[in-house]
């Protein structure tokens, strides 16, 4: 057992439960999320189980702070790789582009946000606040692409184009990470860019899906214009 000074001395460089939960974060990289025990976690920082337990009253408890701070950490890469201006088609291609860049670069992270699912009753408003801030950004780009054409539009069809953007830019990202591509390309003589193997074409993909999202809201209002 660890004394109260070796306690000190393992986290006097700061808040005790952030030390858990970056110490947590490391099973997430490291692919052992399973692994991961609040007893387990005390030992790895150094402290005793009750200050574990000060914390987090459960490994659920523990899994939400951790996916806080995932959702904390895309806003701030987000705000850092985003430099949205006055042209909103340009903005949501900038979201797209952060978006899939971010899968890129920590995709452990990435697949925990969406595969870790916990009990809605566990929600707060700040974790509701935190974990809709890139969503609701990205809603008013997208009521700013109607605005911009002067489209009238009501309150579910932004929501439900916003929707489409996000899960069809996520299904793009999803199958580049899991390469099911690549083999309807190989036997079925699909153009090689298809496979999306290569950055330069996810990113053409990209390019496409937001230029035929815009479309898509030009098209309709021409369509209805014709009613």
């Not at 974060?25 to 337990?53: C, H, N, W």
Request: a negative charge.
């Amino acid at each position: 057992m660890l004394n109260e000074e070796q306690e000190q001395r393992a986290y006097h460089h700061g808040n005790v439960k952030e030390a858990l939960i970056d110490e947590a974060m490391k099973f997430i990289e490291a692919d052992a999320i399973e692994q991961l025990s609040l007893r387990r976690l005390a030992r790895e920082v150094g402290v005793t189980p009750s200050a574990v337990y000060n914390h987090f009253s459960d490994k659920n408890a523990l899994m939400m702070a951790i996916k806080q701070r995932l959702y904390e950490e895309i806003n701030n890469y987000f705000e850092s790789h985003c430099q949205l201006g006055s042209d909103p088609e340009d903005n949501l291609l900038q979201i797209c582009m952060a978006y899939y860049h971010y899968a890129e670069e920590y995709p452990a992270r990435f697949q925990l946000m969406f595969t870790l699912r916990l009990p809605m009753e566990w929600s707060t408003p700040e974790f509701v606040e935190v974990s809709c801030r890139c969503l609701v950004a990205t809603r008013k780009t997208v009521l700013d692409i109607y605005n911009k054409y002067q489209i009238p539009c009501s309150e579910e069809a932004v929501v439900n184009t916003t929707l489409l953007v996000w899960s069809q830019l996520h299904g793009i990202i999803a199958l580049k990470n899991t390469g099911s591509i690549k083999a309807a390309v190989a036997y079925q003589d699909w153009p090689a860019p298809c496979a999306l193997v290569n950055d330069k074409d996810v990113i053409a993909l990209i390019r496409q899906h937001v230029t035929m999202t815009v479309n898509a809201i030009l098209n309709a209002q021409h369509g209805e214009e014709h009613h």
